[in-house]
């Protein structure tokens, strides 16, 4: 099925796209000759006179002052330690999880959750099955070593047997998941202190302190940064808060509002210049759009896609190393609405979400660069390649189409990822499509184009 625009299937009138091909070919034209004198003009009245149906919004990239480069490994998962157990999930020859993971464009893993502070823990074999399965996979593994039953000669024992296996491919140990629900900080470092001291092996590396509360990710940055051993800040957000007992149309409106990117933001200003007077990088291990397995109508929804594909390229822009999102079958004490995908019959049937992480694997590699976009109802993110490709990715919440116009580059195809309405289970993520340098979005969707 292909995406809306491609296929006939224009819920309007079908002038709107002849329209806005005319006003592309003048647009071309007149933009040529500006360019001759050095001059940039405004073509919002000429092409609103060709006849196009919505307000031209005007793009403009700034290739000259590109950021940071985005982690080919940025979008990851994040499951429960008990998914580990028994070997049957994480496993070498678990070949339609390795296709999930590949199709997504899933590059990372963490272990860890709720439940690697209580229950059973893995065997040893199920321990060889995760990292054969991270290895098959090709993904750096964070493991969560249990804190809050305080056993540092048994964290130390699964350590130094998972460094024996395989140390290439842990990336880090982190020490209790959220222990700022059982442990004052004094406590908690007391505890990292002794786990990391009792390890005490030159090929590990911890990563933590996989909390909420900025003072805490703070202070363990601070304290724990002289050791030369932390590979990484992990910290864990939920910005939708809990997701239980919250209206279904309240909670999409939630999730795509401008408020929740001002959330991000004062989050982020709270811990990251500590962070990185630090020496050190961050990355959110455990997150997505609401706790406690998420709110129903709106995790499971559309509304999560779009959600997702703008979390990621925020804290992307923002500096971040990566985003894990928690998923999986379950998770501790809830039932899960808000899972990339799900075990379905002898394979995986992916959801809203996973086409957001689908969608940012398209416009996510090589270096971030400023975008302007003069409107509030599109967010509007670029990364430029080594080659110079541009991926340009728009999402709109709009109530209605939008067209847009970028004059400076070579668009060279485009891809959509729509849905017949912002609470529908179904997504569409369109096949690869033509477009010229003025183009259509339709409401509550989103398009990644590249340019030359």
Not at 33 to 38: C, E, L, M, N
Not at 48 to 62: F, K, L, Q
Not at 134 to 148: E, F, G, M, N, W
Not at 199 to 217: Q, S
Request: aromatic residues 8%; charged residues 20%.
């Amino acid at each position: 099925m292909k995406s809306i625009g491609t296929d006939g299937q224009w819920t309007g009138p079908s002038e709107p796209h002849a329209a806005a091909a005319n006003a592309s070919a003048i647009t071309n034209l007149i933009t040529s000759v500006v360019a001759y004198y050095g001059v940039r003009i405004a073509l919002l009245s000429l092409l609103a006179a060709c006849g196009t149906s919505a307000p031209v919004v005007e793009i403009t990239i700034d290739r000259d002052h590109p950021g940071a480069r985005i982690p080919d490994d940025f979008a990851g998962a994040s499951y429960e330690t008990s998914t580990v157990i028994g070997g049957a999930y994480f496993r070498a020859d678990n070949a339609p999880l390795l296709a999930t993971f590949a199709k997504l464009g899933l590059r990372h893993l963490r272990i860890g959750g709720n439940e690697a502070d209580v229950g059973d823990l893995p065997a040893a074999g199920d321990i060889d099955a995760l990292l054969a399965f991270a290895d098959a996979s090709h993904v750096p593994l964070i493991y969560t070593l249990r804190a809050k039953t305080i056993d540092p000669d048994g964290a130390a024992a699964i350590a130094h047997a998972m460094l024996d296996r395989d140390a290439a491919r842990l990336e880090c140990f982190s020490i209790g998941n959220e222990p700022d629900h059982y442990a004052a900080y004094a406590d908690y470092r007391t505890i990292v202190t002794s786990y990391m001291d009792t390890i005490a092996d030159a090929r590990a590396r911890y990563c933590g302190p996989d909390a909420l509360p900025p003072d805490y990710v703070t202070q363990y940055a601070t304290d724990f940064a002289p050791r030369g051993t932390i590979a990484e800040i992990t910290i864990h957000e939920y910005f939708g808060g809990g997701g239980q007992g919250i209206a279904p149309a309240d909670a999409r409106a939630k999730l795509l509002s401008p408020a929740i990117r001002d959330a991000y933001a004062h989050e982020h200003d709270a811990w990251a210049p500590a962070i990185e007077a630090a020496h050190l990088t961050y990355r959110i291990d455990e997150t997505n759009s609401f706790a406690n397995g998420g709110a129903p109508g709106a995790s499971d929804t559309f509304a999560s896609t779009l959600w997702g594909l703008d979390y990621l390229h925020w804290w992307a822009r923002a500096g971040a190393i990566g985003i894990d999102f928690h998923t999986g079958d379950h998770v501790s004490g809830a039932t899960t609405t808000y899972p990339l995908f799900v075990t379905d019959g002898s394979g995986y049937a992916i959801r809203p979400l996973a086409y957001a992480v689908m969608a940012f694997e398209l416009g996510s590699h090589g270096r971030t660069i400023p975008v302007t976009i003069d409107t509030t109802d599109l967010t509007a993110y670029a990364v430029v390649t080594d080659d110079g490709t541009i991926a340009l990715t728009i999402i709109s919440t709009a109530d209605g189409p939008r067209t847009l116009h970028l004059a400076e580059l070579d668009p060279v195809d485009a891809h959509r990822v729509t849905a017949p309405a912002i609470d529908a289970t179904s997504v569409t993520f369109g096949e690869a499509e033509s477009i010229g340098n003025t183009f259509t979005i339709d409401p509550m969707s989103a398009i990644v184009v590249h340019y030359r």
